[in-house]
């Protein structure tokens, strides 16, 4: 049912209680128009189409919201955004708002660059609800040309949380890197444990996954996801040098276990950090941590055009200044060409400048330049402003005959 835009209101469905129908005044002056959900008999027959974690986002220290949330239909057809039992959200400074967007952003910043990126809010929920809820979506809005889901607090103008919709969220996840969580077990601590995953989405985004095996033992309150440079305790990390570890990716609620999915802020450079760690602030110790293994390949010749080739084998590795850098082994050697090549990180094995031409970003910048015919073991350092995780090859680039000598697939 549509409502008037003077006449905002909006129905929580309880898990397994009665519904209780409420009329609310929107957070703040947004001026979105809030929807009635009134469809009780449908909150049983409710497809899932996509769901996702919401991410809290800490930004201003902005309270939280947390838990599982899905996009459903129903069988005549009519959208639900439904949030599970695990829902919760702290108490801030007002109701919040349930936003459908294009991304994980700030609500206002996306509505400010393209009014068509986010929806009209589609329910208002309560200060400091926690529960089960489901709202339906108006006709108006079409829910699949979103990929996320936003808890938007209007008063505050920001999200106190974002989840990535699974089946949309940029199409196919690629894993980058992989481990498992080694529970900590340090004065007693509560374990967690199971498969980390760094995943990347068609768009570029990176995210941190718990598989479907993550366990996490009930301890003294919920816990946090923090990328670290080691598997310490992170707080004594934190102390020694601020740098060394991250805010925290999200939060897992106390005992929660299976998958979840969390992204990495842009403002985060996941190459600085080496560990995952399930960190317990309330306890002030790790409950896991898992070693991000550092990638690498070997160097396969092109051929193409009776290119010169060049292989060996090629390894993200990190010097003794904390620094990331490209290790070429002592097995490297290069055939002598019509002049020096060039060593780039690509999206992809093809010629380095015909994927330049479809997309300048995936192509790094040059990591440096290798003497024509040059062979054996050398180093280059990866600029601060490249991230290794956003790309899959390594390439050995001929500038002079415009062919690539070799590429490697960093595994």
């Known amino acids: ?58 930004a201003g220290g902005a309270p939280d919201a947390t838990g599982q949330i899905s996009l459903g239909r129903d069988s005549v057809g009519t959208h639900f955004i439904v949030l599970g039992t695990d829902f919760k959200q702290e108490m801030g400074p007002g109701d919040t708002q349930l ?30 609800f926690s529960g089960a809820a489901t709202f339906e979506v108006p006709d108006g809005v079409d829910a699949t040309a979103f990929d996320f889901i936003i808890v938007w607090c209007p008063t505050a103008g920001v999200n106190f949380g974002a989840a990535q ?56 309150g919920d816990t946090q996801l923090i990328l670290a440079r080691s598997a310490d305790n992170v707080q004594a990390q934190r102390d020694a040098d601020v740098a060394s570890a991250s805010g925290s990716l999200g939060t897992i609620p106390n005992g929660g276990s299976g998958a979840m999915q969390f992204e990495v802020p842009s403002s985060v450079d996941l190459d600085d950090f080496d560990y995952v760690i ?38 993200v590795a990190r010097d003794g200044d904390g620094m990331l850098t490209i290790e070429f082994g002592a097995d490297f050697a290069q055939e ?55 790309y899959d090859h390594l390439i050995v680039w001929c500038p002079t005959a415009g062919v690539n000598f070799g590429v490697a697939k960093l595994q």
């Open 1 to 58: 049912m549509q409502l008037n835009r003077d006449n905002p209101a909006f129905t929580f469905l309880a898990a397994g209680v009665l519904a209780l129908g409420m009329t609310v005044a929107a957070c703040g002056s947004d001026g979105d128009n809030q929807n009635s959900n009134n469809n009780t008999n449908n909150a049983g027959n409710i497809t899932t189409l996509k769901s996702g974690s919401l991410v809290a986002d800490g």
């Open 99 to 128: 936003i459908l967007a294009r991304t994980s952003d700030n609500v206002q910043a996306q509505r400010d660059a393209d009014a068509s990126s986010v929806s009209a809010a589609i329910a208002t929920i309560s200060n400091g």
């Open 336 to 390: 002598m060409g019509p002049g020096d090549t060039q060593v780039f990180l690509t999206a992809a094995d093809g010629n380095v400048n015909e994927q330049r031409t479809q997309s300048a970003a995936s192509v790094s910048q040059a990591l440096g330049t290798i003497s024509n015919g040059a062979t054996g073991a050398m180093s280059f350092a990866v600029p601060a402003a490249v991230n290794v995780d956003l």
């Open 278 to 315: 399930v960190w317990c602030p309330t306890a002030g110790v790790n409950f896991g941590a898992a070693e991000l293994p550092r990638r690498g390949g070997s160097l396969v010749a092109d051929g193409s055009g009776g290119a010169p080739d060049a292989t060996g084998t090629v390894t």
């Open 165 to 220: 919709l699974g089946e949309s969220a940029g199409g196919t996840m690629t894993v980058v890197r992989q481990a498992g969580l080694v529970a900590d077990g340090s004065g007693g601590a509560p374990d967690a444990t199971g498969m980390v995953q760094v995943v990347r989405d068609n768009a570029g985004k990176l995210y941190v996954a718990l598989g479907s095996d993550f366990s996490q033992e009930m301890g003294p």
